[in-house]
């Protein structure tokens, strides 16, 4: 791969725009594999904190893991009104949410094609290379004042 600049003009080269550059490509190749499923990453979340849980999860429980997830906040609850109605996941009287059988059927196959996007993006990045770039972002965010969490 050829880098934009050398190392010095690296260092000298501003953070928020290659966060946000990588955000955006990132963000969009894993929707765009999504898609190819008609699925959402919003509904692709929900799927995934319900998947495996045999007593399921409340609304609220869902929510408060994901609202923080790329700003998605109040516009969970569509998301999860549409994961039922597309008969994804049930609601009991308690307000337990639940996948279906396709629900379950649908996460594996989302989860495969997210599995494929996450591999391109790693390819060719050492672990030790991601995890060292990760803490070096969360150190940013702290530095800032910031904070980030993600499950």
């Given at each position: 791969m050829e880098f934009s600049h050398d190392d010095a003009g690296?260092?000298?080269?501003?953070?928020?725009?290659?966060?946000?550059?990588?955000h955006k490509?990132?963000?969009?190749?894993?929707?765009a594999q999504l898609a190819e499923v008609d699925m959402t990453q919003p509904r692709w979340w929900v799927l995934g904190q319900?998947?495996?849980?045999?007593?399921?999860?409340?609304?609220?429980?869902?929510?408060d893991v994901?609202?923080?997830?790329?700003d998605v906040g109040g516009a969970l609850q569509p998301e999860i009104d549409t994961v039922i109605a597309r008969g994804l996941a049930t609601q009991d009287e308690e307000e337990r949410?639940?996948?279906?059988?396709?629900?379950?059927?649908?996460?594996d196959a989302c989860a495969e094609r997210v599995g494929g996007a996450l591999a391109r993006v790693h390819d060719g990045i050492?672990?030790?290379e991601y995890v060292r770039t990760l803490?070096?972002?969360?150190?940013?965010?702290h530095n800032v004042g910031g904070t980030?969490?993600?499950?």
């Open positions: 690296l260092a000298r080269q501003p953070i928020g725009y290659w966060s946000w550059a990588a490509a990132v963000v969009t190749h894993i929707r319900l998947h495996g849980t045999e007593d399921g999860r409340t609304r609220q429980e869902v929510t994901l609202q923080g997830y790329l949410l639940r996948l279906t059988p396709l629900g379950e059927k649908t996460y050492p672990e030790e803490k070096v972002l969360q150190r940013m965010i980030a969490w993600h499950q």
